[in-house]
C-alpha cells in the first residue's frame, strides 16, 4: 500500500498518533531534530536505502554504548510494527549503525522509526519497496550528485521529495572532504558527513523515500584515483554514513544493480576505487565484467547506467580520459543489440542532455549540482549537447510507463523552485 501524505495524515489522526509531520512550503515534512535529540536518543534522522522488492538498509546513528532497533510495518499506526533484534553502536563506526530489513513485500509503503532502549522512539518515516521484476509498474525517480556543505542549507532536497519521488539516487561527492578544513582523519571525514546530514531538507526527503548512494572524487579528494594514502579512509567513512549494503565477499564495493519491476534496472558504478590511467581503465576488469554480463543478462525495459564521472566532457578526469573503455563499453552494447540503455551522471556542476556520438540511439543525462558550486566556465560542453544550463541549482527526475507503446521515459530536469528546465522522452530502441 503506497499512501499520499493525505492519507498518511488522516490514518494517523485516526490512530491517535503523534504525528511526526508537520506542514511547510511543500506540503507535510518531517519535523526535523536538529543534531542530537535527548528525547529519543538519537542523531540525524534515519535514513532508509538500497531498496529491494523484499528488504532494505536503514542507517542511524545514536549515542556511545546505545542499544538501538527498528520498529516498522505496513500501517503508519506503531501499534502494529514488527521490531528487529537490537544492535550496539559503537565508536569504531562513529555510533552509526545499518539495520537491514528482510522478508518484507513488493511494491508496498513501510513506515519505520528508531528505537534507542530507554528512550522514547524516534518520528515515523517510510519507504517504498521495489516492484517485482514481472511487475508493470509505473516508476519515478530522482537523481543528482554534488552537496557541499557550505552551500547548506540544501533546499533542492524539498524541491526534490514535493516530487514524491518513489527513490532518489546520489550520484556522488556527497560530501567535500577536501574543501573547508581538508579531512585527513577519520574522524574528520566522519565529521564532514555529519555536517552534510545535519540538513533539515535532506533529512525531510530521507524521511520519505529511499536512496541509492555511489562516490565520486571529493569524498577523499578532487580528481584522486584509487591508489591514494586516504582513499581506505573516505570508504570506511562512505560506508558508515550510508545505507549501503556490504558485499560479503567483497566487502570493498561499491558498485552494484537494482531492479525496478519490468521497467527499469539501474546499474550503480564505482568510476574511482579501480581507475587506473597507466592501464587505462576507470572500471577494473572485475566491475567491466560485472558491467557487461548483468546489460547482457537484463530483462528491463530500460537500463540505465550511473555514473558519478560524465561519459562525454569534462577532460581527462572524466571518460574522456578513457577513450579505449569508453568504446569497449558502447561496442559491447551494439554488438549485443541491448535496448533502453540510458546513462544518468553528475560531477560537472552543470546540467546537460547529450546524444552519445558513437551510438546515437544513446543519450547521456548530466544533472547538478544540488548544491555546489555552478560551473561557470562549461559554456563548451554546450556545443555537443542538446540541452545545456549552468545557471541553477538542478537535479533529473526520471518516468518510466511500461505500459505505453512503444514503452518510454519521461526525462525531465528541474532547478530548486522545481521550475522545468528541460523536458523529453526517450523511447527504449
Known sequence: MHLTRRAFLKLAGQAGLAVPFALGPFGCAMQIARGFDADTGLWLGCVAGDVTPDGAVVWLRAEAGDAVSLQYGREPNPDSFASTESAWVA?????????????????????????????????????????????????????????????????????????????????????????????????????????????????????????????????????????????????????????????????????????????????????????????????????????????????????????????YGGGRDRWDGYPRERAEVLRWIKEKNIKGVVFISADLHSAAVTRIRDLRRLKEIGTGPLAAPLNAFGIGYSTRSEFFSNKAFNYGMITIDPTSSPPRMLVEILDEKNESLYKSTIDAV
Request: aromatic share 16%; charged share 25%; glycine share 8%.
Open 91 to 311: 565508536s569504531e563506526s562513529d555510533y552509526t549503525a545499518r539495520i537491514v530489513l528482510s522478508g518484507l513485500d513488493p511494491a508496498t509503503t513501510y513506515y519505520y522509526r528508531a528505537a534507542v532502549a530507554g528512550k522514547r522512539p524516534g518520528p515515523i518515516a517510510r519507504f517504498l519497496t521495489a516492484p517485482a521484476p514481472d511487475d508493470l509498474a509505473v516508476v519515478k525517480f530522482c537523481f543528482g550528485g554534488d552537496t557541499r556543505e557550505s552551500y547548506k542549507p540544501f533546499t533542492i532536497m524539498d524541491a526534490v521529495r514535493v516530487k514524491q519521488p518513489d527513490f532518489f539516487i546520489h550520484l556522488g561527492d556527497t560530501i567535500y572532504a577536501d574543501r573547508g578544513g581538508a579531512a585527513s582523519e577519520l574522524s574528520e571525514f566522519w565529521a564532514k558527513y555529519r555536517g552534510n546530514r545535519d540538513d533539515a531538507a535532506s533529512q525531510r526527503l530521507f524521511a520519505e523515500t529511499s536512496v541509492y548512494v555511489i562516490w565520486d572524487d571529493h569524498e577523499v579528494e578532487d580528481n584522486y584515483e584509487g591508489h591514494h594514502p586516504l582513499a581506505a579512509i573516505g570508504w570506511r567513512a562512505f560506508f558508515d554514513y550510508w545505507p549501503v549494503r556490504r558485499n560479503a565477499a567483497e566487502p570493498d564495493r561499491i558498485y552494484r544493480s537494482f531492479r525496478w519491476g519490468k521497467a527499469l534496472e539501474f546499474f550503480l558504478l564505482d568510476t574511482r576505487q579501480y581507475r587506473d590511467h597507466a592501464q587505462g581503465t576507470m572500471l577494473g576488469a572485475q566491475q567491466k565484467e560485472w558491467l557487461f554480463d548483468s546489460l547482457a543478462a537484463s530483462s528491463a525495459i530500460f537500463k540505465i547506467i550511473g555514473t558519478g564521472v560524465p561519459f
